[in-house]
C-alpha cells in the first residue's frame, strides 16, 4: 500500500543461480532481480563465478537501468551467479553500499548477498577491526562477510556455521564461492527464502515469483537455521546449532511486502490478503455505496472485502504507474514530492457517493490523511478506513525501516484518536489474532513486533542505537 510505500522500506531482495553449463547465468539473475524489484530499487548488482574468478557489476537505480545500455553484457558466461536489489536500512545509500559484496578470503573468492538487518552489526564490526578487519561500506552485510571469512578454516560451511552463532538478527543470504551456491535463514526465518529448479539450474530466491520468471519450478522453501548447499554433486542441506523451537516469519511478508503472487512459507500471498479483506468486512462492517483499495496492493484485500459484503469493487484511486514506489528516494522532501504526482482520485465513481477505502497498514498517517482530502475534494460524502493489519505501535529494527515511535501514528493513539487526525468518518483494523488468522496455511509462525512489542530477539539484545525509543 502507499502509506506504507512511503513509510517502511523493505530494504532486499536476493537471487541465485547455479548451472549445470556454463552459460550467460547474468541474464537468469537479472530476470529475477526484475521479479523481486519492489523489494528495493535503490541499487542492484549481479556478480557471476567462471574460470576460478569472480566478476560482478553494480549500479544505483532500478534493475533495468543498472544493467541497460550494455552493462549485462560486461559480465561473462559462468555457472554460478547472484544478484541483489537493495533498498539501504543500515548503509547510506551510495553506490560503495550496494550488493553483492565480492571478496577474497580463506575460502577463495566469494560474494554475498543479504536481505534483513542485523541488531548487533556494532559490536561485530568492533570484534573485526580488533582482530584487524578492514571494512569498506558501512553495510551490515560486510560485517556478515567479514565474520564468516573470519572464522572459516578454509571450508565455507563451517565458516557459516560459525558465524551464524554470532549473527543476531534477520537474514536471508545467498553466497557464492566459485564452486558452490549457499543459501542461509536465519533461525527464526524472518525473512522469506526458497529453492527451485530448471532441467539444468538450481535457482534460490527471497520469493516464488522469482522462480516463476526464470521458469523455475519451487522445490521447497530453506528452513529457519538451514544452510543449503548446492554443487557439482547436487544439494546438501545443513543446519545451525540451536536453532529456536519456532520459526517466526516477519508477518508483513504477507500483509505488504511479498508480491502477491508469490508463496512464501507454503501459504498464498494472495489467499493471506483477500482474507484480510474478507475479515475486515465481517468484523468491521460499515454501510457504504462502494469498496476500494489503494493501488496497488490493498486492491487484492479491498476485493475479499467486496465479496463478503456485497458492496461492489469499485476504482476510487488512478495511480500514475511511471512514478516510481515513493520510497526510492530515502529523502523526505522527494517522497512527498512523488506522492503528488502518483495519485488521483476517480472522480466520476466516487462523487456523491460514501467510499471504503481498504490499505495494508498505517505508519505515520501523512500518506492517508493526503488520501482521505482527495477523495472529499473529489466529491465523496463519505470516507471510511478499514486497515489489512492491526495498529503499528513498536519499531522494527529488523529490516524494516521504523526506527522510532515518533514515527508512528498508532504508537500514543486508539482508533478513534487516529480517526480524528486523519479526517476519516471511521477506522478500523484488524486485531492481531484476526492477522494471523489470515496466515493459518502457512510453516512457519510469525514475528507481531512492530504491534505487539514482543521481537524474535529479547530487546535488551539491540545495540542502543537500534533502539532510538523516544
Ligand atoms: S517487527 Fe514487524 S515489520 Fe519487523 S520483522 Fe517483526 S513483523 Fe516484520
Redesign the pocket.
Known sequence: MDEIQNEIHEECGVFGVYSQETRNVARTCYYGLYALQHRGQESAGIAVSYADKISYYKGMGLVPDVFGGGNLETLPEGDIAIGHVRYSTTGASQLLNAQPVVFTGKCGKMAVAHNGNLINTKALRDEMIEKNAVFQTSIDSEVIAVVINSLSDGDVVNGIKKACAKLKG?YALVIMTTDKLIAVRDPFG?RPLCIGTTDTDFIVASETCALDSVGANFLRDVKAGEIVVVDSEGIHSHFMDNIPPESRM???EYVYFARHDSVLDGYSVYEARKEAGKLLARYCPVEADLVSGVPDSANVAARGYAEESGIPFVEALAKNRYVGRTFIQPDQRQRENSLNVKMNALRANIRGKRVIIIDDSIVRGTTMKKIIKMLRDAGATEVHIRICSPIIK?P?H???DIQTYSQLIGAYKDEEQICESLGADSVRYLTIEQLVSTCEGAHTN??????NGK?PYPLEEYEADKLKLE
Open positions: 534477520s524472518i516477519c508477518i508483513f513498536h522494527c529488523l529490516g524494516i510469525f514475528c507481531l513486533g512492530c504491534f521481537y
